[in-house]
């Protein structure tokens, strides 16, 4: 009996210690994660930045961004009726014109067209006119695309996290340490987003470049004669200024090239010449070792 009431007891004793282990152990460990973070949030608003390795958790899709370009050369008949075939072509693939230059025989247009349509585009503006050349260009901006947006997204979540911390917040000092920098994160979410609704413009909207050109000697209103007159006058210039040029070249040689030969020449009369300046010392030299 004696032994029994020993082992009950010993089991509530053990029940009772493993109790209080338990609930220490869970204080322990709320205690630790209270810590963390504390020194989390800590970390957060002393940096105020994201490293790369929490860009991770975002999981983006990379589905490869492609920005393609296109150029097309045509010969025509009419530039009027090109251009109007152009704006309906541009029309017809849900596009827009950005940029359009004109003369008298040639037209020059930027399209842009949603790239989805590109290929499409592409092969349907033989349509247009007579094509001379066409080329196709595409630059992978897949790494580009999904680092801007994953970078956008960690700015915007550090922006959350100082606007929270600056409610809570009732030092003066802290209150204005976050207010610049809640600042300056704005300031950079502001120019990245630009930065990418531009790459996303160029990604959804490829461009074509499209040059028109008339035959050779015609313009809108037909066939040009050559202008005789002009050409006969602009032979004449050229001849006239070849001339020119001929005479320069020779008074440059007569101003500066006789007095040099005559200058040569002086020196060859006074050294070797009659007066023989170095000639009479040589001759000395050489009758004076034939005497030694």
């Known amino acids: 009996m004696k032994h029994m009431y020993f082992r009950f007891i010993s089991t509530i004793l053990a029940a009772i210690i493993a109790c209080s282990c338990a609930k220490a152990s869970d204080s322990y460990a709320k205690s630790n994660v209270a810590t963390e973070s504390t020194r989390q949030a800590a970390a957060e608003f002393a940096g105020a930045d994201f490293d790369d390795a929490e860009a991770a958790q975002f999981n983006l899709p990379q589905e490869r961004k492609l920005i393609r370009t296109g150029n097309i050369c045509f010969e025509v008949r009419s530039l009027a009726h090109t251009k109007s075939a152009i704006e309906l072509w541009v029309k017809k693939y849900g596009g827009y014109i950005s940029d359009t230059s004109e003369n008298s025989s040639s037209l020059y247009v930027t399209a842009h067209i949603p790239s989805m349509q590109f290929s ?8 247009i006119g007579k094509i001379t050349s066409k080329n196709i260009n595409s630059t992978d901006a897949t790494d ?7 970078r956008l997204a960690t700015r915007r979540i550090l922006l959350e996290r100082l606007q929270s911390y600056l409610r809570e917040v009732k030092n003066v000092e802290d209150m204005l340490a976050i207010e610049s920098k809640i600042n300056d994160v704005t300031t950079e979410i502001e120019r990245m987003q630009g930065q990418f609704n531009r790459l996303s413009q160029r990604i959804d909207y490829s461009e074509i470049f499209l040059e028109v050109n008339l035959p050779y000697n015609h313009e809108e209103t037909g066939f040009i004669f050559p202008n005789m007159k002009s050409s006969f006058m602009a032979f004449l210039e050229n001849v006239l200024s070849f001339f020119s040029s001929l005479v320069f070249v020779m008074l440059y040689i007569i101003i500066f090239g006789v007095p040099i030969v005559l200058i040569a020449f002086l020196l060859y009369w006074i050294c070797f010449g009659k007066i023989g300046l170095l000639r009479r010392m040589f001759k000395r030299i050489r009758v004076g070792k034939k005497e030694t």
């Open 120 to 127: 499409e585009a592409m092969s349907d503006a033989s349509g």
């Open 144 to 150: 580009e695309f999904y680092d801007l947006n994953t």
